[in-house]
């Protein structure tokens, strides 16, 4: 499967929330809302306001991807004591992709004797051994594509441009190669942003007009 990557506009997550708060809105009325740190932190938040839940709480989990776990499976962070029993409970993540994140926390949060759990993701991939109660959109596993979320936009560029950058390169050449090598299309302004905050944190180095790896990462 060849690596391909989008980036998600902030109207798409709205657009994307609103449609999940009409669905969940016709068939529960959850008490809290659990997110899945980090992805579904956000959505989480979005959520609780648009069905006026004031009862917000997360757990953590990890996962494959670019940003990887060694051992490439998802790991459910120790979240202590949720204090959940008998309140009807609504998990958010960002995306069903494999499903094991969700998969993981829903089997956890069970055991804390909620009295009912419904799961809610903005995407849901067809590939998922998971399928949430709820999401806003279906994408079928023969697009998959890496979804750069708002919220995680520099961390991944980070680690696209770590594929990227070969030597030096034109900003010119950068932008083709995030084309070429993940399909992915940048608004030129905010590419241009993101390679000088890149710059003044350290995890590139421009030299006129030109742009490579810091020395100790090449």
Request: net charge negative.
């Amino acid at each position: 499967m060849d690596f391909r990557a989008r980036l998600v506009s902030w109207e798409q997550i709205d657009k994307w929330c609103e449609n999940i708060r009409e669905k969940v809105s016709n068939s529960y009325r959850p008490d809290m809302i659990i997110a899945l740190a980090r992805g579904g932190l956000v959505p989480a938040r979005v959520l609780a306001d648009m069905l006026w839940i004031k009862d917000l709480i997360s757990v953590k989990t990890e996962h494959w991807g670019i940003t990887a776990t060694a051992s490439g499976k998802a790991v459910l962070k120790d979240p202590g004591n949720l204090n959940i029993e008998g309140k009807r409970v609504l998990i958010v993540d960002d995306i069903t992709d494999t499903g094991q994140s969700m998969k993981l926390a829903y089997d956890f949060i069970m055991k804390q004797k909620p009295a009912e759990v419904r799961t809610v993701t903005m995407l849901h991939i067809t590939r998922s051994s998971f399928i949430p109660d709820f999401f806003s959109e279906i994408v079928d596993e023969k697009n998959w594509a890496w979804f750069i979320f708002p919220w995680n936009v520099y961390e991944d560029l980070d680690n696209l441009l770590s594929r990227v950058l070969k030597g030096r390169m034109t900003f010119t050449q950068i932008e083709n190669e995030l084309k070429d090598q993940f399909n992915l299309n940048i608004d030129s302004s905010l590419l241009s942003h993101i390679l000088d905050e890149f710059r003044k944190a350290g995890r590139i180095v421009q030299e006129d007009h030109t742009f490579s790896k810091p020395p100790e990462s090449q």
